[in-house]
């Protein structure tokens, strides 16, 4: 089966990347009172708030079971949209990025992955977002992601595998800053993926 890649996989070297035409993205934003220029909103609430940002690694390798992650971690929750379906904590050992735990959308703590929209929300903003994953059949795009930050903004990243299940691609979302969630979507892998190693930092005062 063949099939064509977008451009923006020809640059990349990394498990995502830019679609293309994401520069409309703050178009779709702007509707329809385009009569005041972004220079004159800028005004009064931008004193210089300086935040603190502290590293987050997540894992999973602590934990000593196949488990539903959705909540385990206090800086993010996980849900998947398929019912019946949650993100899953698996022992995938030598395969894991870091063993031995990945975690991957199934019914059950162990079962057949299944390739469901998967949904990581914030508890705080974060920045430095990055993810592995691994798992994948497909060599070139399998999916996309969505992030929004915190001013309603979004931005789509296409995720990409190449296809030896063993090797982790790593998602490169550090260009974006105070995201308050990302979603996994349209996943066409079989039996999905693997996620591993997610790293971010949480905004705080
Ligand atoms: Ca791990
Ligand atoms: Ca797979
Ligand atoms: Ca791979």
């Known amino acids: 089966m063949r099939f064509v890649l977008p451009f923006s996989f020809l640059l990349l070297t990394t498990g995502c990347g830019l679609l293309n035409g994401d520069a409309e993205t703050d178009d779709s934003t702007g509707g329809g009172d385009d009569t005041s220029v972004d220079d004159t909103s800028g005004g009064g609430d931008d004193t210089a708030v300086e935040y603190t940002w502290t590293p987050v690694l997540i894992n999973f390798d602590e934990l000593s079971d196949d488990i539903d992650v959705a909540t385990v971690y ?10 019946g379906t949650a993100l899953y904590a698996w022992d995938y050992a030598s395969y894991s990025r870091s063993e031995p735990f990945t975690a ?33 059949q497909t060599n070139g795009k399998l999916g996309w992601v969505e992030v929004t930050m915190e001013d309603g903004s979004t931005a789509s990243v296409d995720l990409f595998g190449d296809g030896n299940a063993k090797t982790a691609e790593l998602c490169d979302l550090s260009a974006y800053a105070n995201v308050t969630r990302i979603e996994l979507r349209d996943i066409t892998d079989s039996n999905t993926v693997n996620l591993d190693d997610i790293s971010f930092e949480v905004r705080g005062l």
């Open 104 to 136: 991957y959308t199934a019914r059950s703590g162990g079962g057949a992955g299944i390739s469901t929209d998967l949904t990581f929300d914030f508890t705080d903003p974060v920045r430095a977002l990055e993810f592995y994953s691994l798992g994948d």
């Open 74 to 83: 206090p800086e993010v929750t996980f849900s998947s949209e398929e019912e």
